[in-house]
Every structure is written in structure tokens, then in C-alpha cells.
């Protein structure tokens, strides 16, 4: 645990690398070890056989006379005892060791190649009875095994010597690679460090390379490039309010100064009046910043259900109704609701209200607003169209924006503060909706359209 805090990637690419390159020089001279050992006892069992064939071949050559004559010795490196059926040993390459040091050769098991030692040395030998001359002869034939542990400590030693050769080489090219590899991160944190000492906006370098650091590279710039439009986006809100919030208490500290100064009690009560509308006016616009503030994907994916769109509907046009009513203006609604759709109710909610509020205060005395919810088996559709003056062609592009108005040189005492149209894109952008502006043909309206998703819910939905 405490060497993968300290040591360096650079560090722990050579370390196991190393690791790596040890492990399998151990499996390969293990191996390597196991095969000369199989290959020097099948050669030695050839060539004890083969020398077996070639004494049992003189035996069988043998006749009854010359059968107690000594045979003639095997070649350098050959051991053999021969006895023939009535125990006169013909052939006894053992002779200069002591009968003690012979004991193993009367161990031998017959037909099978086995290893003994005598006087310190290890041989493979091979014990055979062969037909001959007045019944079964006894054959034993051996080899040292001297000359195959000498070569078997020389690989191995090759193999030591080559292996730690070889682990050097690996440990070094593993520190060259890796420096290579992570050369690009290294310039990316030199770039990350000169932004943060800056505090400037930028991007960190990316390689021609299509690989896993340029591909890193090529994603932390866009979560970068997110970072400063965030930060962009909250600096601007604030400016924003700032600017907006600027004009307003000044009224509010006007109004207050006239009603300290003023001697009518009804000119009191005037200034009162609007020095409430004023706080309620600025209270609305906090709350609508507060709620663009928090609003969030998680708070709005919810589901409402086809009764509670309904519901919602109908009250929210009858009670616009009422405040339409007072300018002669009529609201129009048909409602057509028989599927869920992926959308929070209180998010409906501020939606209609923001949208037809909006109506309201476009559309003269005598106009219309209609209200149109419809829906297929995948979308539910809301139309708001009224009969007001429409957009300035120039200003749909920005409508969605915070603090946009058509209007700009309108009083905030008879204008909003340019975000109901801001609040209701945050709050389809949450729930995947979409939102279409437009002005109808030949300037007798603007019309706004909104396309929700339709979704299957169970009847036990909490």
C-alpha cells in the first residue's frame, strides 16, 4: 500500500514489468530444466537399450564351449555386468568399486531404466535376463550421469546470466516507455497548472494520436469547456440581476421617500399600494431565478398522470379566465388527455401559467387566447396562440434567454423581467420536451408550441 502511494506510474510500470519479466524467466528455466531432464533420460534409456540389444546379440552367440570365456568390454562411458546362468560374471565394468558400492546395481528392477549412485556419483542403468547358453543370462547396463547434470547446470547458469541481463533490459525500457507514453499527460498538467496559476480559460493539448490519453484530453476539454459555460452563465445571472434588480428598488426607494414626505393620508395609501406591487413583483422574479436556479433533470423527470393533467388544465384556465375577463379579453381551451406524459405536474403547472400570463400581456382588450392539448400515443401537444402583436422577428432566436424581453425599453412596472419563456425551457430541457415560437400568418398572432413524451405507468404509481 505504501509503495502505490510513493512510487511514480513511471516507477510502477518498471516495478512490475520487472515482476513480470522474473516470474516467467522462473516458469521458463523450471520448464526448461523439466525438458532437458526428459530429453537426457529418453537418451540415455536409447542408448542403454540399444547397448542391451547389442550384449544380448552376443550372448545368443555364444555356444556352450566358449560360454565361460569373458566378454569383451563396452566403450568408454558404458558400464555392464554380465553373469551367466550358473553366476560366473563374464563382463564387470563395476570391478574397481568395492562390492558394498555394487549393492544398488542388485536393486535394479528388471526391464526399467532406474538411477542409483555409487560412490557419490549417480547412473542410470537397466537390469535384463536374455536367452543364452544353458538357460537366462543376467545383464545389467549403465551409464553416469555425470556429463547430464554439467550441461544442466550450464543452461541453467546460461539462463541466469541471460535472465538478469534481460531483467535490466526490460526495467530500463519500461522506463522509457512509460516516460514516452506519459509524456502527453505531463504537458497536459503543465498546461492544467499554467491555467490555474493564470486563471485564465484554455484548453490542455492534445496528440495527433487516436488513443486513450488524447481521447482523455479531448474529454477534459469538454468538461472544461462546460466548467467555464457554467461559470459564464452564473457570472451573467448575476450581472443580470444585478442590472435588474437595480431599477426597481430604486423605484421602491422613491415611492418610500414621497410617502416620509407626504402630508395626504391617500397619497399615503397610493404609494403604499405600488410599494406592495413593487415587493411582489420583485418577490416573483427571485422565486422564478431560485427555481432556474435549482431546477434539475431529477426534479422534473417525473410522470403525470392523464386525470391530473386534466384537472390541471381546467383550473388553470378558468382561474386565467378570471383575470382575463377584467380587459374583455376570452380564453379558449380544448383538451384532449388520455395518455401519462414525462413531465412533473408542478412543472405543468408553472409552465401554463407562464405561458398565458404571457398571452395576457400581448393581446389587447377584445383578443383571444386559445389553449389547444392534444395527443398522439408518443407526444402530448400544447398550443398557446394569441391574437396580440406577435415577436419581433429579431427576437424569437433569443426568446428562450434569461432576461430577454421584446420590449427592451419597457417599464418593469408594466413589463416582466424576460423570464417566464427562461423557465419554461429549463423545465422541458429537464424532462426531454421541446419548445417551438412562432408568429402566425399576417400578424394576427404569436404562437407557442410544446412537445412532451408520453410514458406507460403502472396503477400503483406513488
Not at 565394468?93 to 528392477?109: D, G, N, W
Not at 406592495?276 to 436556479?293: C, R
Amino acid at each position: 500500500m505504501i509503495l502505490r502511494k510513493s512510487l511514480s506510474v513511471t516507477a510502477k510500470t518498471a516495478l512490475v514489468s520487472s515482476l513480470f519479466a522474473i516470474m516467467f524467466l522462473s516458469i521458463g528455466g523450471f520448464a526448461l530444466d523439466n525438458v532437458l531432464q526428459t530429453i537426457a533420460e529418453n537418451s540415455a534409456e536409447s542408448t542403454l537399450r540399444s547397448e542391451l540389444s547389442a550384449l544380448a546379440s552376443t550372448i545368443e552367440a555364444l555356444t556352450p564351449e566358449n560360454a565361460t570365456d569373458p566378454l569383451d568390454p563396452l566403450p568408454p562411458g558404458q558400464l555392464a555386468v554380465v553373469r551367466n546362468p550358473s553366476g560366473l560374471t563374464l563382463l564387470n565394468s563395476f570391478s574397481k568399486f568395492s562390492i558394498v558400492s555394487q549393492t544398488p546395481l542388485r536393486a535394479l528392477p528388471v526391464s526399467k531404466v532406474e538411477t542409483f549412485q555409487i560412490n557419490g556419483q549417480e547412473y542410470w542403468g537397466i537390469r535384463q535376463y536374455v536367452p543364452g547358453p544353458n538357460g537366462l543370462w543376467e545383464v545389467v547396463v549403465s551409464q553416469s550421469n555425470q556429463l547430464n547434470k554439467l550441461f544442466s547446470h550450464q543452461v541453467i547458469y546460461l539462463l541466469l546470466s541471460f535472465g538478469g541481463i534481460l531483467i535490466v533490459v526490460i526495467w530500463l525500457g519500461s522506463l522509457l516507455l512509460a516516460n514516452f507514453v506519459l509524456h502527453p499527460v505531463k504537458e497536459m498538467r503543465i498546461r492544467a497548472e499554467e491555467l490555474i496559476k493564470n486563471q485564465e480559460r484554455g484548453s490542455l493539448p492534445v496528440s495527433t494520436a487516436d488513443d486513450e490519453i488524447s481521447n482523455l484530453a479531448r474529454t477534459l476539454n469538454q468538461l472544461l469547456e462546460a466548467l467555464h459555460a457554467s461559470l459564464s452563465q452564473q457570472s451573467q445571472l448575476i450581472a443580470d440581476v444585478s442590472h435588474e434588480l437595480r431599477t426597481p428598488l430604486a423605484v421602491l426607494q422613491s415611492r418610500l421617500q414621497l410617502a416620509i414626505n407626504s402630508e395626504e393620508r391617500s397619497e399615503h395609501r397610493l404609494e403604499l399600494a405600488k410599494m406592495l406591487e413593487s415587493s411582489m413583483s420583485l418577490t416573483n422574479m427571485l422565486n422564478q431565478i431560485l427555481f432556474l436556479a435549482r431546477n434539475s433533470p431529477s426534479a422534473n423527470n417525473q410522470i403525470s398522470t392523464a386525470t391530473e393533467m386534466r384537472e390541471l388544465f381546467f383550473n388553470t384556465i378558468d382561474s386565467m379566465r378570471l383575470l382575463a375577463s377584467k380587459r374583455s379579453i376570452v380564453i379558449e381551451g380544448s383538451v384532449e388527455v388520455e395518455h401519462s406524459a414525462q413531465i412533473s405536474i408542478d412543472g405543468l403547472e408553472r409552465i401554463l401559467n407562464n405561458l398565458i400570463a404571457n398571452s395576457l400581456a400581448s393581446v389587447e382588450a377584445g383578443g383571444t387566447i386559445t389553449v389547444d392539448v392534444s395527443q398522439t400515443e408518443c407526444v402530448t401537444k400544447l398550443v398557446v396562440r394569441d391574437s396580440g402583436v406577435g415577436f419581433p422577428p429579431d427576437f424569437i432566436p433569443k426568446a428562450l434567454e434569461r432576461f430577454s424581453r421584446a420590449d427592451s425599453s419597457r417599464s418593469r412596472e408594466t413589463g416582466g423581467f424576460g423570464l417566464g419563456l427562461s423557465l419554461v425551457k429549463a423545465i422541458l430541457d429537464s424532462c426531454d420536451g421541446d419548445i417551438e415560437i412562432e408568429n402566425l400568418p399576417d400578424g394576427q398572432g404569436a404562437k407557442i408550441s410544446l412537445t412532451l413524451k408520453n410514458v406507460t405507468v403502472s396503477p400503483h404509481r406513488n
